[in-house]
């Protein structure tokens, strides 16, 4: 996977937060990727939220022109000081009114492809 770089976040007008986030290839989509999750998720590096927190997730899939938007809550935190070979970051599973057809989406460029190489999740 290539060098990491920030992931911006910019606040929205009604308090809420807003997370541009933006996966570079497949193999980066597999390992952020949380099926286990009800409507599906991403795994964020680096982020410092709590349980429970509302994050609009911007989303840019590869080469693809356009962003998916979609609202996310924050259900799983990695601290910074984790004893795991985890990196620190958040799990977002994907809420709101529009979060089907993004885990469409998301399990269609993931279709076939297996490994044995631990992810960012489980």
Request: overall charge neutral; hydrophobic content about 40%.
């Amino acid at each position: 996977m290539a060098e990491e770089t920030p992931i911006p976040i910019k606040p929205l007008a009604q308090g809420g937060r807003l997370l541009s986030v933006k996966i570079m290839d497949k193999g980066m989509l597999y390992n952020l990727y949380m099926s286990f999750l009800k409507n599906g998720g991403l795994f964020v590096p680096g982020r410092n939220y709590q349980f429970g927190d509302e994050i609009t997730l911007k989303l840019k899939l590869m080469d693809e022109s356009d962003f998916l938007v979609i609202k996310t809550s924050v259900v799983w935190v990695t601290p910074m000081q984790s004893q795991n070979s985890h990196k620190p970051g958040v799990g977002l599973h994907f809420v709101g009114e529009n979060w089907e057809p993004v885990r469409t989406k998301i399990e269609t460029y993931l279709a076939g492809m297996k490994s044995d190489a631990q992810t960012q999740t489980l």
